[in-house]
């Protein structure tokens, strides 16, 4: 029997699976080292656009070498820039999943960690730029001087979504210690 993996990653990208065929339109909103960027073109496949925004040079620099190394033939865009800045470079209506991993880049400065106010408007934005029956999926760490902060604020936020327009799935790792990951998934109706 095959070991199954239940980490918060590969949790999400079985979720991103069922939302995202070729030619999809997808947004990795915190590239980090490139783990759900690589996911998201190889699902859009060549015919696919993937967007991946992250705020340090280091991320790019990872993701680019792990998408030449793997997927070379993959239509991606890799962008030096604030996850608040999305609707910048997407149309309303127009992605199939975007996806948001909170907190620091691994291996990276903790310093250098999302923040519940422009994770909060980011993730508004999404809402707008999302297809009908488009994905937003959010892995939400806790932890550091802004992590539960910034959990809160987005746990709080998620129940304000109106119900007749968004489907929201909050999961719980509920018998691990050590504030673990919050897997959040929000499928536009």
Known sequence: MKQQDYQITSWCRRMMSGHVSPGAFCIDATMGNGSDTQHLCSLAGPR??????????????????????????????????????????????????????????????HLLATRAETTL???????????????LSVCIYSGGDTGYEEKNAVLSWLKTLHSKEYLVLVTEYYNRPNDPPIPAQIIKL
Not at 121 to 135: F, I, V
């Open 48 to 109: 696919g656009r993937v967007l991946a925004f992250d705020i340090q040079p280091a991320a790019l620099k990872h993701t680019r070498a792990r998408l030449e190394k793997a997927l070379p033939f993959c239509n991606y865009e890799l962008i030096l820039d604030s996850h608040v800045h999305l609707k910048q470079y997407a149309a309303p209506d127009s992605v199939d999943c975007i996806t948001f991993n909170l907190g620091y880049l691994p291996g990276g400065d």
């Open 121 to 135: 408007e980011a993730l508004s934005q999404s809402l707008k730029l999302l297809k009908k029956g488009g994905l």
